[in-house]
């Protein structure tokens, strides 16, 4: 679940806050975190209390026509939000190796997904394994590219401060809270937990809605420390040089000159890699639910 909170889509928006506007839009981060973790919190509830996921939740209570309309909204909500990841995959590849064209790289994106989804006729757990090893990954290469940037601790706490330093700052906090709050993880999440293996008495559901928070929080704290990472990286290697970065490909680019590393853009490629194509993975999942529940 925590991979749809660190998916490419927030990487753009996340660069863009940290190079236009240092650390001030990191309590956006922590306040879209917590609204993630309530979001979150209520669909595994309602995966372990009902035995049902979102999808068939709906499709039980709501007429024909309205779950036709629900439907509809969560496909186009589930391709907005692959094509984000699709795409960043597809951009990290030829940063990683340059002979490749963007249009190859969607095509390996793709072509990897499928076979990643035959990983569940293994089990979902050999999936979910494939999955966290590359959350592992964007993991530890952040924290290096965090230790090369050297980031102001006292600055970076400051920005925890609510507040908007003009307008423009909240447009970049509306792009940061729309790429963190992801639909189709609602729908994911209350399918997943139904996978474990628990007694259907009251003491032990209360025990598999205290154990799921738990895990929630763990995953969700791990993407909130991605993205931060991600902003305080774009401000300490733009923000104070006053260069300003929209683009994945120009950040990519800036950090061996700025950060005196070659180090770092390698580590950022890879991560972005990694990013793209678990939240493929986990997107694709998403939409298997949503159309097994609706329809």
Same mark, same amino acid.
């Given at each position: 679940?925590?991979?749809?909170?660190?998916?490419?889509?927030?990487?753009?928006?996340?660069?863009?806050? &940290?190079?236009?506007? &240092?650390?001030?839009?990191?309590?956006?981060?922590? *306040?879209?975190?917590?609204?993630?973790? =309530?979001?979150?919190?209520?669909?595994?509830?309602?995966?372990?209390?009902?035995?049902?996921?979102?999808?068939?939740?709906?499709?039980?209570?709501?007429?024909? #026509?309205?779950?036709?309309?629900?439907?509809?909204?969560?496909?186009?909500?589930?391709? $907005?939000?692959?094509?984000?990841?699709?795409?960043?995959?597809?951009?990290?590849?030829?940063?990683?190796?340059?002979?490749?064209?963007?249009?190859? /790289?969607?095509?390996?994106?793709?072509?990897?997904?499928?076979?990643?989804? #035959?990983?569940?006729?293994? /089990?979902? !757990?050999?999936?979910?394994?494939?999955?966290?090893?590359?959350?592992?990954?964007?993991?530890?290469?952040? #924290?290096?590219?965090?230790?090369?940037?050297?980031?102001?601790?006292?600055?970076?706490?400051?920005?925890?401060?609510?507040?908007?330093?003009?307008?423009?700052? =909240?447009?970049? $906090?509306? &792009?940061?809270?729309?790429?963190?709050? *992801?639909? +189709?993880?609602?729908?994911? +999440?209350?399918?997943?937990?139904?996978?474990?293996?628990?007694?259907?008495?009251?003491?032990?559901?209360?025990?598999?809605? !205290? #154990?799921?928070?738990?895990?929630?929080?763990?995953?969700?704290?791990? $993407?909130?420390?991605?993205?931060?990472?991600?902003?305080?990286? $774009?401000?300490?290697?733009?923000?104070?040089?006053?260069?300003?970065?929209?683009?994945?490909?120009?950040? +990519?680019? *800036?950090?061996?000159?700025?950060?005196?590393?070659?180090?770092?853009? =390698? =580590?950022?490629?890879?991560?972005?890699?990694?990013?793209?194509?678990?939240?493929?993975?986990?997107?694709?999942?998403?939409?298997?639910?949503?159309?097994?529940?609706?329809?």
């Amino acid at each position: 679940i925590s991979v749809g909170y660190m998916d490419p889509g927030n990487w753009a928006t996340d660069l863009q806050g &940290g190079s236009k506007f &240092g650390y001030t839009l990191i309590w956006v981060l922590l *306040m879209s975190n917590l609204m993630a973790l =309530l979001l979150q919190g209520l669909s595994a509830r309602l995966g372990i209390v009902r035995g049902r996921d979102l999808a068939q939740a709906n499709r039980e209570t709501y007429p024909r #026509f309205l779950n036709f309309i629900l439907y509809v909204l969560a496909e186009i909500a589930i391709a $907005a939000c692959d094509l984000a990841e699709v795409v960043g995959m597809a951009i990290g590849i030829p940063l990683l190796f340059p002979g490749i064209s963007i249009l190859m /790289g969607v095509c390996i994106t793709v072509l990897d997904s499928f076979v990643l989804l #035959f990983l569940l006729n293994a /089990g979902i !757990r050999k999936l979910e394994a494939f999955i966290i090893s590359l959350v592992g990954i964007i993991g530890v290469s952040f #924290f290096i590219q965090l230790l090369i940037a050297k980031p102001d601790v006292l600055e970076i706490s400051k920005g925890l401060i609510p507040g908007f330093t003009n307008e423009n700052a =909240l447009y970049i $906090a509306i &792009g940061i809270i729309g790429a963190t709050v *992801m639909p +189709h993880n609602l729908y994911l +999440h209350s399918s997943l937990v139904q996978t474990r293996q628990f007694e259907r008495s009251p003491k032990e559901i209360k025990k598999a809605i !205290r #154990f799921n928070i738990i895990d929630s929080a763990v995953a969700l704290n791990l $993407a909130l420390f991605v993205n931060a990472a991600i902003l305080i990286i $774009a401000a300490t290697t733009f923000f104070n040089t006053g260069v300003e970065v929209s683009e994945i490909q120009d950040a +990519h680019k *800036m950090m061996a000159p700025m950060l005196g590393s070659t180090l770092a853009p =390698l =580590l950022f490629a890879i991560a972005l890699i990694a990013a793209g194509q678990s939240s493929t993975v986990t997107g694709t999942l998403a939409g298997q639910v949503i159309m097994e529940g609706y329809l």
